[in-house]
């Protein structure tokens, strides 16, 4: 069975680039990976999502690589509202489309 | 739009008495998602609609929760008899696919059972 772990929680300062990755076994060629943003007492919030090598938008990146047993989701230059909690979502086709939450990564970002 | 709608926003109840979260999703989305989130289990999918059907309802913890849609802006979480184990914070998403698409989030509902 799939499943994804990522690191609990991760501290940063305001301006560094933060990098989390998520491990992701037994995805199948065709399974999409996205990455959420919680704030407490909200929903999450779509971040980005990506099949493959690498995707950018206008607030993070996402890299793949080429075995796709994990992904790492790029914060660049983190803000003290960047503090907040980001989950890795797989969304796995083999499993009769059965959608994996990570254990979700606590971000602390300190001046 | 107004995104997802959730109610109520909080609900207190007693063990053994019946609850009942609603759901309206954003218009035109065909998948509508139902997730409970603790501290101990952290977010898990109960169930999801395609175009009204219940396509995977792994996820429902047992026969106290089902899960209704009865049409496209409208969808019912229930549980009977409820526990204070059900306590946890219920979200209700929607999206235009299953995958490839992001999910938008409702504010969600805060469940205690005493």
């Known amino acids: 069975l799939a499943k994804t772990t990522q690191p609990i929680s991760m501290d940063s300062y305001e301006g560094q680039e933060v990098n989390i990755t998520c491990s992701h076994n037994?995805?199948?060629?065709?399974?999409?990976i996205t990455w959420y943003q919680q704030f407490p007492s909200q929903g999450p919030r779509f971040i980005i999502q990506g099949y493959k090598t690498k995707v950018t938008n206008e607030v993070a990146s996402l890299f793949i690589p080429a075995d796709r047993k994990s992904s790492t989701l790029s914060l660049p230059r983190v803000s003290l509202s960047d503090t907040a909690v980001y989950y890795c979502l797989v969304a796995v086709y083999n499993q009769g489309g059965k959608l994996i939450f990570g254990q979700g990564t606590e971000l602390s970002v300190k001046p | 739009d107004a995104g997802v709608i959730q109610s109520p926003r909080h609900e207190v109840t007693e063990m053994g008495q019946e609850v009942t979260l609603r759901c309206k999703p954003i218009?035109?989305?065909?998948?509508l998602f139902w997730y409970r989130q603790t501290m101990m289990r952290g977010l898990e999918l109960l169930i999801y609609?395609?175009?009204?059907?219940?396509?995977?309802d792994s996820g429902m913890p047992e026969d106290r929760f089902s899960a209704k849609m009865p049409n496209a802006s409208f969808s019912t979480l229930k549980i009977q008899p409820s526990e204070p184990r059900d306590s946890a914070v219920y979200f209700c998403a929607s999206s235009s696919e299953l995958t490839g698409a992001e999910q938008y989030f409702g504010p969600g509902t805060r469940l205690t059972v005493t």
């Open positions: 218009s035109g989305h065909d998948y």
């Open positions: 609609f395609n175009n009204n059907v219940p396509i995977d």
């Open positions: 037994n995805i199948a060629t065709n399974d999409y």
